[in-house]
């Protein structure tokens, strides 16, 4: 099993930068695709990146293409979102997800969840 804390949201102007952390416990974590998702009030959650257990292979959301980037560091047992260029329409709760299967976008995939970090963005 793998417990997840989310840290690094806050308050930040369009077009400036965040970096989320997400903290996890457990010894099984290097094997678990690793997801990163958003929901804004009213919204459904939405995915925004995910990345292998290995780290080699991310996949994200057209919505942040280019401008987010999902890393991990095993041996710190820490996943990461840099964000950058961050729009008022990015302004969420940031959630990170562990996924039991193979990298996903689909939210059921994944089995494990933080309680999320609030990231708003001011224009």
């Known amino acids: 099993q793998v417990q997840l804390v989310e840290s690094g949201g806050g308050l930040v102007q369009a077009g400036g930068s965040l970096r989320l952390s997400c903290a996890a416990s457990?010894?099984?974590?290097?094997?678990?695709?690793m997801g990163w998702f958003r929901q804004a009030p009213g919204k459904e959650r939405q995915f925004v990146a995910a990345?292998?257990?290995?780290?080699?292979?991310?996949y994200y959301a057209d919505s942040v293409k280019g401008r987010f980037t999902i890393s991990r560091d095993n041996n710190k047992r820490t996943v990461y979102l840099q964000m950058n260029s961050l729009k008022p329409k990015d302004t969420a709760v940031y959630y990170c997800?562990?996924?039991?299967?193979?990298?996903?976008?689909?939210?059921?995939?994944?089995?494990?969840w933080g309680q999320g970090t609030q990231v708003t963005v001011s224009s």
């Open positions: 997800a562990a996924a039991r299967g193979a990298i996903s976008s689909v939210l059921d995939d994944y089995h494990y």
């Open positions: 457990g010894r099984t974590f290097s094997t678990y695709p």
């Open positions: 990345i292998t257990w290995s780290g080699n292979s991310q």
